[in-house]
């Protein structure tokens, strides 16, 4: 451990007698250039101090002559690893007083720094930029990012190639994967930091405080200067949806933030006035000066107004004109004009069938919508969806109708592509509304034909059945016979084993004398289809490899409306995808720059295949943060897509 903190302290350069990286100065205007620099005579009868006072120099150069000592501020923007070699931002920050003293925001570097993963990183005045490796390793220097790749990862945090082409800046070649995984590194690095934060706090023994000197880990690892750093500029951060710290309580981990009103982008206070340049994002008004104090937004500017130019796209259904009814601004505000759509249609708060569960929140578990679970209450097709008549019928599709279009042989899987398809497929007339609670049966039919063609291949072909852990369950209590559909959809000799993981906490109090830690019984058995549910969190309470099935992991994980970056509880279930390449996981996002912060989480190929889930729920979300299209289970990624099969 104190190898990784000291090799991250030191100020490494790309080799010891060069320099290279790149300059962005703070006018926008003026171009992004490359630096390449090399110290004259090269390493020849060179000590390493002087190699680090020449390197030092050259950087107080670039930033105007600074000293370097008492003015420069590093920002850790990807640690190095290996032969990997990371990358280090430098900019000046001057002290007066008690007072800190930045240049003009530098919105370029500042969008670089997102990129990477660092949401709350802010950089000023002109930036310096380096590749940085560390002691006793040879770069690559194929891995090195070009001038155009570096200015294209300048222009939004969102690098996916087809982003940046609609934004204008097409890439004329992948990035790097040093930029590709920089939001997965830093997302483990900031675990370790804070773990390794919470034994330093525990352990006062001199033979671990002396190298430290009694700082945090985050000061240990990257002050630099007089000036103290704040921990969100070096390690990933998700702004005031981001991480916690792994050392929260419970309690606070369940805690929600409860609004009916549009908030200001930077205070949090209510507000109700767009941006100008997106209509995604909201601020105060003046003599606040939110805007200018936010200013950080205008690097998510132009990326927000493109996943905003998708609304009309995103709320637009192959079924009747009751969806439309659906997409108005009034559902984006508020939950009300659902409901009194549900009331007209004989459904209210206190049925008994399935629709109860699209009344009210969650609040862990203590809603009291979450209060009416009932697991010992098993209801069929009919009841579920009552009053609604118009439904799937309760049976299998037949071996012809199944075949007779996107049929894959090799799995004996149809793809079933929108909506439209699917009604068509299963009798349902477009009036009615039972897509409102079929997208979540359907999305995971979507994602195994998607994403688990070989696992399906693989269960049949042993004859054993097709295992998907389904973790963060929660309003998915209310209706387990509603995914009996997917039992319909797949072959006759696929069984479908379920298992829905609980959050301990999010349980409600009715369901947990049904429900218990470890407990190997089936509370849902037909038609092919089998649910179990255990109540833990994976990683802590239960690990997926052993406590889940007694023979090894599942073929399949997958989450609804998940929110990987929000919550630290999902950790571990990142964590056990990292680890377990064999093991696909999929998840849905309810907007697109959730979706794509969360997907960065899997590195550059689970960012890339963010895509819009046909099956999203027919119903625009209120959302109070922002001002983005917001839709149940509206974007898919996976994990460890398995290409090749």
Request: hydrophobic share 35%; aromatic share 10%; with cysteine.
């Amino acid at each position: 451990e104190r190898v990784f903190w000291t090799m991250v302290k030191q100020d490494f350069s790309l080799t010891h007698t060069h320099l290279h990286g790149f300059f962005v100065p703070a006018q926008e205007d003026a171009p992004v250039t490359e630096i390449a620099i090399d110290k004259p005579g090269g390493a020849a009868k060179t000590t390493d101090e002087e190699t680090q006072i020449w390197r030092q120099e050259e950087i107080s150069k670039l930033l105007g002559d600074i000293n370097y000592d008492r003015d420069c501020r590093q920002i850790l923007l990807v640690r190095p690893s290996g032969q990997t070699h990371g990358l280090m931002g430098y900019f000046a920050q001057v002290v007066s007083g008690k007072e800190l003293e930045h240049g003009v925001n530098n919105k370029r570097a500042t969008a670089f720094g997102m990129t990477c993963g660092l949401l709350n990183s802010r950089f000023f005045g002109d930036v310096v930029i380096l590749n940085v490796l560390a002691p006793g390793r040879r770069p690559d220097k194929n891995a090195l990012m070009t001038l155009d790749q570096f200015a294209s990862a300048c222009t939004s945090p969102d690098i996916r190639p087809d982003v940046l082409k609609d934004l204008g800046v097409p890439l004329e070649s992948d990035l790097p994967r040093i930029v590709g995984d920089a939001v997965l590194n830093n997302y483990h690095d900031r675990a370790t930091l804070n773990k390794f934060n919470s034994v330093m706090k525990r352990r006062n023994s001199d033979d671990f405080n002396y190298s430290t000197s009694g700082e945090s880990v985050e000061e240990y690892m990257f002050a630099s200067s007089d000036v103290e750093s704040e921990p969100d500029d070096v390690m990933i951060s998700f702004d005031t949806d981001g991480f916690g710290s792994l050392e929260a309580p419970e309690e606070a981990m369940r805690e929600e933030v409860v609004t009916q009103v549009t908030l200001c982008l930077n205070c949090r206070r209510p507000a109700s006035t767009l941006c100008e340049g997106c209509q995604a994002a909201y601020f105060c008004d003046a003599p606040r000066e939110c805007k200018n104090e936010g200013w950080s937004h205008e690097c998510l500017c132009p990326t927000w107004k493109l996943y905003a130019s998708r609304r009309e796209a995103l709320s637009s259904f192959p079924l009747g004109p009751w969806t439309q009814t659906l997409m108005t601004r009034e559902l984006q505000l508020s939950n009300d004009p659902y409901e009194k759509f549900l009331n007209e249609l004989g459904i209210d708060k206190d049925s008994d069938s399935w629709w109860k569960a699209e009344f009210g929140g969650w609040s862990g578990g203590m809603s009291d919508c979450a209060q009416k679970v009932d697991l010992k209450k098993t209801l069929t097709f009919e009841e579920g969806f009552a009053p609604i008549a118009d439904i799937p019928p309760a049976e299998p599709v037949s071996p012809d109708d199944m075949m007779s279009k996107n049929w894959d042989s090799e799995s004996e899987l149809r793809s079933i592509t929108d909506w439209a398809e699917y009604y068509e497929l299963r009798g349902i007339p477009p009036s009615s509304p039972a897509a409102l609670l079929l997208t979540f049966p359907l999305t995971l039919y979507h994602a195994i034909v998607e994403y688990g063609k070989a696992q399906c291949t693989a269960a049949r072909m042993l004859n054993k059945p097709l295992r998907i852990d389904v973790v963060g369950i929660e309003k998915e209590l209310h209706f387990l016979g509603l995914f009996e559909e997917v039992s319909f959809l797949l072959p006759d000799d696929l069984q479908l084993e379920l298992l829905f993981v609980v959050r301990k906490d999010m349980l409600p109090q009715s369901a947990r004398d049904v429900v218990d830690e470890h407990e190997d019984k089936f509370i849902f058995d037909k038609n092919g289809l089998r649910i179990r549910i255990l109540s833990g969190t994976y990683g802590e309470a239960l690990d997926p490899r052993f406590d889940c099935y007694r023979s090894g992991p599942p073929d399949m994980v997958m989450a609804f409306n998940a929110g990987l970056h929000a919550y630290e509880t999902w950790r571990s279930c990142v964590e056990f995808l990292q680890a377990t390449k064999d093991v696909v996981g999929v998840f849905t996002d309810y907007n697109e720059w959730s979706g794509v912060q969360c997907a960065a989480l899997g590195g550059q190929e689970s960012r890339a295949s963010l895509k819009i889930n046909p099956f999203r729920q027919p119903r625009t979300m209120p959302v109070y943060s922002m001002n983005l299209p917001q839709f149940s289970n509206g974007f898919m990624y996976v994990f460890n897509q398995h290409k090749d099969k």
